[in-house]
């Protein structure tokens, strides 16, 4: 039995830790972690994967034991399907084309410090999984992420190096006193970001 210890990780690390486990082969893995919301979505995942999960613990500290069950069940879990979409084009075996649209350096609307932390699992859970979109785009308050944020940044990296185009507005870069400043990604402006954008079957705005 493979053994994760996951407790003190954020969401959705747990989630992306143990999956790899399951993609790896693992038929029965005995996972920690130190909240119910975890334990939620862990049996979630379990579901999803085919697996059997049997919880025991209190709140700090569960213990889930996850054994498949054989093969995946019917899942719209993130990453369930496969189908990256690098390359502007429909992968035969998965979804059509998309992009990111990035407008802001938060996600929502409410407290700022959670609405950092949102964006920051987003694009550690986008990096970390398989169905990939074919380009990031940041404008206006969004093009300080890809500067400013150490964490967004290695993640872009990540994401670029699987050959995800990351498209940053220069225009907003030089408004905010960022245009030398820029580590990953290209300086663009707005004709290139509207081409890509009509290239992609959909377009997701954060």
């Known amino acids: 039995m493979k053994e994760l210890d996951a407790r003190g990780l954020a969401c959705p690390q747990p989630v992306i830790l143990t999956r790899r486990l399951m993609k790896g082969g693992e038929g029965e893995i005995l996972v920690r972690v130190d909240n119910a919301v975890a334990v939620e979505n862990l049996k979630r995942l379990a579901d ?3 697996y059997a999960a049997a919880v025991e613990g209190r709140e700090g500290d569960y213990t889930l034991t996850l054994r498949s069950r054989g093969e995946p069940s019917p899942s719209s879990w993130p990453g369930g399907k496969r189908g990256e979409g690098v390359d502007g084009e429909a992968s035969p075996s998965g979804p059509a ?7 802001r350096d938060i996600i929502g609307a ?7 932390n949102l964006m920051r699992m987003y694009f550690y859970t986008l990096a970390q ?8 785009l ?9 500067v400013l944020d150490e964490q967004i940044r290695e993640h872009l990296q990540t994401l670029g190096g699987r050959g995800v185009r990351i498209l940053v507005c220069g225009t907003c870069l030089s408004f905010y006193g960022l245009a030398e400043k820029l580590t990953v990604g290209t300086v663009s402006n707005m004709y290139d970001m509207v081409e890509e954008m009509g290239r992609q079957s959909k377009v997701i705005s954060l």
Request: aromatic share 8%; charged share 20%.
């Open 129 to 136: 999984g398989e169905s990939l979109p074919a380009a990031v």
């Open 97 to 103: 084309p998309w992009a990111v649209f990035v407008g």
């Open 48 to 50: 999803s994967q085919g």
């Open 110 to 116: 409410g407290d700022r410090e959670l609405g950092r």
């Open 138 to 146: 940041f404008m206006n308050d969004g093009v300080k992420l890809p």
